[in-house]
């Protein structure tokens, strides 16, 4: 592991100091995708991490005691995704919605009204023999498929897929079941 993993440990401790504050946290992205498969698949530099605006306040206080409690500009970031982070290696990439009337979940601004399933964010899963709420299998196939693929995802999208009976999208079949490329 190099300086910048966040180990299983630090996303345990981490929540269950948000859980102690009363913030229904979810966990996203990679470690999501770890804690469906119920072991730690691959080192992670970050922690993505889905939870009501409305407790926005619990949360920056159990990140202060925490030492997570400096800002990451990074572009592209908005007031609902930004990213927190200690100084040193523990950083968490922060995703905030609302909940709508209608049982959805409301992500992004109110000009690009976007809303998300809630059962998205209804996974279950453990990381390090610790039960957590984190993304579906489903919803995590499809926020690793939204932008160019990374190794990261080449790794984790296959794995989920074969796990959960998922069809393996179109650029992410293992490097041994890909077509030949054609000669440049």
């Known amino acids: 592991m190099n300086d910048y993993s966040m180990s299983a440990k630090d996303v345990v401790a981490l929540v269950e100091r948000l859980g102690a504050h009363g913030v229904d946290a979810c966990i996203g992205g990679g470690w999501a995708v770890d804690a469906l498969l119920r072991e730690q698949t691959r080192e992670h530099s970050d922690l993505d991490l889905w939870a009501p ?12 005691e925490a030492g997570v409690d400096r800002v990451f500009p990074w572009p592209g970031d908005r007031p609902w995704n930004f990213v927190l982070h200690d100084g040193v290696r523990l950083r968490v ?30 996974g279950r899963g453990s990381i390090a023999g610790t039960a957590v709420r984190c993304e579906s299998a489903e919803w995590a196939v499809r926020c690793h498929t939204g932008y160019p693929a990374r190794d990261v995802d080449r790794h984790d999208v ?20 890909r077509p030949p490329s054609s000669p440049a």
């Open 158 to 177: 296959p794995l989920l897929c074969r796990r959960f009976g998922i069809t393996v999208p179109e650029g992410f079949e293992p490097l041994e079941e």
């Open 93 to 122: 990439d922060l995703h905030l919605y609302e909940p709508l009337p209608d049982g959805s979940l409301h992500y992004g601004s109110v000009v690009a009204r976007g809303s998300i399933p809630a059962d998205a964010l209804a």
């Open 53 to 64: 605006a409305a407790h926005l306040e619990q949360l920056f206080v159990a990140f202060t």
